[in-house]
T-cell receptor, first 117, second 114 residues
Framework: AQKITQTQPGMFVQEKEAVTLDCTYD???????LFWYKQPSSGEMIFLIY??????QNATEGRYSLNFQKARKSANLVISASQLGDSAMYFC??????????????FGQGTILTVHP | SQTIHQWPATLVQPVGSPLSLECTVE??????LYWYRQAAGRGLQLLFY??????ISSEVPQNLSASRPQDRQFILSSKKLLLSDSGFYLC?????????????FGPGTRLTVL
């Protein structure tokens, strides 16, 4: 069974500083995808970044980058130059290629990020 | 561009009453559609997914059901709500296949069963 673990229930960061949100995963699949989503207080889930298991380069999207360490089964999200609007819940998720769980995203429990001015 | 709508935004229903939540997607054809539920302070749990009209797969046995009467419409229903059905319901869509298939979420419906 697949499992996503986010060990940081809450994180604090000063505005304009960088922050790393941890995510480890457990799967026996060779091919899988890793995603990060942001959920502000409004509730909508906003897609941030994707990393494929066979991608050799770490994914980057603007101020977001994914520190992918396949051997350690970790996919940490790095947010550079934090902004007040980054305060939200962040979820790590994983998708497998197929089988009986086609399309299913397995989510972690989330990390609440608070950015201080 | 693609957009996804959900309604209602909030709903308060008594135990034993029926439920119908609707999700529609604009700007894309033949999307994969998903219903998730999120309990307070928790991650998301996949309830149903659909790869085409009339094709529904259930992930978790429960008193909820889903239907897809049109290509871009996905409905979540219940004949009799339970207290445990309270939560935040999110609809999502995607168009690819495989591990890179990114799911995009709607604004959600907050359901309280009293």
């Amino acid at each position: 069974a697949q499992k996503i673990t986010q060990t940081q229930p809450g994180m604090f960061v000063q505005e304009k500083e960088a922050v790393t949100l941890d995510c480890t995963y457990d799967t026996s699949d060779q091919s899988y995808g890793l995603f990060w989503y942001k959920q502000p207080s409004s509730g909508e889930m906003i897609f941030l970044i994707y990393q494929g298991s066979y991608d050799e380069q770490n994914a980057t999207e603007g101020r977001y980058s994914l520190n992918f360490q396949k051997a350690r089964k970790s996919a940490n999200l790095v947010i550079s130059a934090s902004q007040l609007g980054d305060s939200a819940m962040y979820f790590c998720a994983m998708r497998r290629t197929g089988g009986t769980s086609y399309g299913k995203l397995t989510f972690g429990q989330g990390t609440i990020l608070t950015v201080h001015p | 561009s693609q957009t996804i709508h959900q309604w209602p935004a909030t709903l308060v229903q008594p135990v034993g009453s029926p439920l119908s939540l609707e999700c529609t997607v604009e700007g894309t054809s033949n999307p994969n559609l998903y219903w998730y539920r999120q309990a307070a302070g928790r991650g998301l749990q996949l309830l149903f997914y659909s790869v085409g009209i009339g094709q529904i797969s259930s992930e978790v046995p429960q008193n909820l059901s889903a239907s897809r009467p049109q290509d871009r419409q996905f409905i979540l229903s219940s004949k009799k709500l339970l207290l445990s059905d309270s939560g935040f319901y999110l609809c999502a869509w995607s168009v690819l296949a495989g591990v890179a298939d990114t799911q995009y979420f709607g604004p959600g419906t907050r359901l309280t069963v009293l």
